[in-house]
Nanobody, 123 residues
Framework: VQLQASGGGLVETGDSLRLSCAAS????????MAWFRQAPGKEREFVAV????????DYRDSVKGRFTISRDNAKNTVYLQMSSVKPEDTAVYYC?????????????????WGQGTQVTVSS
């Protein structure tokens, strides 16, 4: 199984950015997919999740209304559209895959992880 995250970069406050995570080696349509992030000196935290069963989504409060998670099962890819980014969004963003049908926010419910992509927001 391989999860390849991409799309990170250096942006300014208020900009938009789209992260992608291409999956291979698994039946993508049967996996709940999520994004987590980790800032320097901080623990990894949940950002957003999309269920495989009905594509229901869930977000951490600080990104609601600014970030959108989506998936394209035909392309085995999950996306994170980030808008109105803030300096506090600066982190390494990781995609993750879970066999669970529920939309978990807990990192240990995820079976596979991507390598991470750096997002840096300048003020």
């Amino acid at each position: 199984v391989q999860l390849q995250a991409s799309g990170g970069g250096l942006v300014e406050t208020g900009d938009s950015l789209r992260l992608s995570c291409a999956a291979s080696g698994l039946t993508f349509s049967r996996y709940t997919m999520a994004w987590f992030r980790q800032a320097p000196g901080k623990e990894r935290e949940f950002v957003a999740v999309i269920r495989w069963r009905n594509s229901n989504t869930d977000y951490r409060d600080s990104v609601k209304g600014r970030f959108t998670i989506s998936r394209d099962n035909a392309k085995n890819t999950v996306y994170l559209q980030m808008s109105s980014v803030k300096p506090e969004d600066t982190a390494v963003y990781y995609c993750a895959a879970s066999k669970l049908s529920t939309s978990s926010r807990r990192y240990f419910d995820y079976d596979y992880w991507g390598q991470g992509t750096q997002v840096t927001v300048s003020s």
